[in-house]
């Protein structure tokens, strides 16, 4: 099994930049398709971007597309999420997520999920 934490979350004014990291431990995450997610207050679970193993190809929402850019390093284990001119409306707890499987992260389904790390928007 893989574990998951994200990290890098914090307070931003809108108009703001972060970079949430996904640390991975138990596997190499070099095999897996990974996401990121997030959840609001009082709101569904929504997906935000997904890469493929090797990074070579990626998947937005497009709530966040043009503005949040996922990417990879599989040497050192870690996924991200770039998140450039914050909304208020994206202040949420943020999940990164894997899969087996490209097709099943952009499908919304995941193996495994961890920790989630607070990004908080002020106007």
């Known amino acids: 099994q893989v574990q998951l934490v994200a990290t890098g979350g914090g307070v931003v004014q809108a108009g703001g930049s972060l970079r949430l990291s996904c640390a991975a431990s138990?596997?190499?995450?070099?095999?897996?398709?990974m996401a990121w997610l997030r959840q609001a207050p009082g709101k569904e679970r929504e997906f935000l971007a997904a890469i493929n193993w090797s990074g070579g190809s990626t998947y937005y929402a497009d709530s966040v597309k043009g503005r949040f850019t996922i990417s990879r390093d599989n040497a050192k284990n870690l996924a991200y999420l770039q998140m450039n001119s914050l909304k208020f409306e994206d202040t949420a707890v943020y999940y990164c997520a894997a899969a087996n499987s490209y097709s099943t992260v952009v499908a919304g389904q995941y193996d495994y999920w961890g920790q989630g790390t607070q990004v908080t928007v002020s106007s």
């Open positions: 138990g596997r190499t995450i070099g095999s897996y398709a």
